[in-house]
């Protein structure tokens, strides 16, 4: 059974900065592709930023330019480096490993972005 654990969340004031980590319990490259989302009250949970096993990313629009995927392969973890949050920001944070078909979930961090 795969275990994500994620870390880093909290409270941050708008323009500020976080990082999320998550420890996947696997080799991250047995998976097509590791990725983080999130779901604020009342929405669905929605894509931020995936990083696929050959490297490349992707991220939602909404994102773009201000939050910022990475991996480090030897401990299996995958990061989400987050500036200049906004009070849209705040939300669960989940990460998701896929293999296939399949999904993986953490069970997430709360990030809130409030003055």
């Known amino acids: 059974q795969v275990q994500l654990v994620e870390s880093g969340g909290g409270l941050v004031q708008p323009g500020g900065s976080l990082t999320l980590s998550c420890a996947v319990s696997e080799n991250i490259f047995n998976f097509n592709a590791v990725g983080w989302y999130r779901q604020a009250p009342g929405s669905q949970r929605e894509l931020v930023a995936t990083?696929?096993?050959?490297?490349?990313?992707d991220y939602a629009d909404s994102v773009k330019g201000r939050f910022t995927i990475s991996r480090d392969n030897a401990d299996n973890t995958v990061y989400l480096q987050m500036n200049a949050l906004k009070p849209e920001d705040t939300a669960i944070y989940y990460c998701k490993a896929r293999i296939l078909s399949r999904n993986n979930w953490g069970p997430g961090t709360q990030v809130t972005v409030a003055s």
């Open positions: 990083i696929n096993v050959g490297g490349r990313t």
